[in-house]
């Protein structure tokens, strides 16, 4: 008896994901592999992170499985698979399947040395490597299209990247919400080019000390404004940024697959293909769940 695996997908999972991977032409060779296991063999690689050529001996051997990844990759199985599940879902939470509203985000990960195109230094986070650039879906924070390109590229200039591949959503979109990094070129690119409604959500400004605070109250006391020194300084630890955590717990998502902890592959569409089935697995698990 095969061997089961924590990453392994349920019947009632694999009914919501058959018809998007199984052909319906009989023609030609019959199938030596059954598609369920080579999808399970997918989502072993992404979840425990190891190579294609270490796939345990209970899936298919590696060749088959890499070669139907890299077509799913290609004909873009993956991209169509999240966004009918990301859809579904979004309908049994009783939203509109197409979402008005998103938020844009980036992740710098750090190359390995198998070598690949479009690799750069991201100067603001001190990495070399790829930035994967997500366009996510309101409080949800569902992925509604995935770039990656290299780390150099700054934010102002990758958002035009990213929006210019997700076209065919942008009917519905109206309102996005953006960090510090787009603001320039980027923001006025969009609101520009594609009408849409940029926001900047921006950090709290840096707390000030409390030897600045006292001075400001006795300098304030000397006019007759007697003031509490203790409030003029903001309350310090963790702070939630409206609209940001939304993206950064899609970011902390993807990073529980150790294939995603940094990006080892060759080319940006095959990290593009891990974001997606990466999502893929979430979501499919909670609409079994549901």
């Not at 019959?30 to 345990?56: E, M, N, T």
């Not at 902890?261 to 698990?285: H, N, P, Q, W």
Request: with cysteine.
């Amino acid at each position: 008896m095969r061997t089961r695996y924590p990453t392994d997908l349920t019947d009632a999972e694999w009914e919501y994901i058959e018809s998007y991977v199984t052909s319906p032409n009989k023609r030609g060779r019959p199938k030596i592999h059954s598609l369920r296991q080579v999808l399970d063999a997918v989502f072993y690689v992404l979840r425990s992170g190891c190579a294609w050529r270490l796939l345990p001996r209970e899936f298919p051997p590696w060749r088959a499985v890499y070669y139907w990844f890299r077509k799913w990759r290609i004909d873009g199985t993956f991209e169509r698979l999240n966004s009918a599940l990301r859809e579904r879902y979004r309908i049994r939470l009783g939203r509109n399947p197409h979402p008005s509203a998103g938020m844009i985000d980036s992740q710098s990960a750090k190359t390995s040395g198998a070598g690949g195109e479009a690799r750069g230094y991201d100067g603001g986070k001190k990495v070399r490597g790829r930035k994967r650039h997500l366009l996510l879906v309101d409080t949800e924070g569902l992925v509604l299209k995935a770039k990656v390109h290299s780390a150099k590229v700054p934010d102002q200039d990758a958002i035009k990247l990213l929006l210019k591949a997700a076209r065919k959503f942008l009917p519905h979109l109206s309102q996005l919400w953006v960090d510090a990094g787009y603001q320039g070129r980027g923001k006025e690119w969009a609101e520009q080019e594609l009408g849409l409604s940029v926001e900047v959500v921006r950090r709290t400004p840096k707390p000030t000390s409390e030897e600045i605070a006292r001075i400001w109250a006795e300098e304030w006391a000397k006019e007759g404004q007697e003031i509490d020194w203790q409030k003029l300084v903001p309350r310090r630890g963790f702070e939630v940024l409206p609209r940001r955590w939304v993206v950064e717990r899609t970011f902390a998502w993807l990073s529980q697959n150790r294939r995603m902890s940094k990006d080892y592959e060759k080319l940006c569409a095959t990290g593009e293909a891990f974001v997606y089935a990466a999502m893929i697995r979430l979501l499919v698990r909670r609409l079994a769940r549901a």
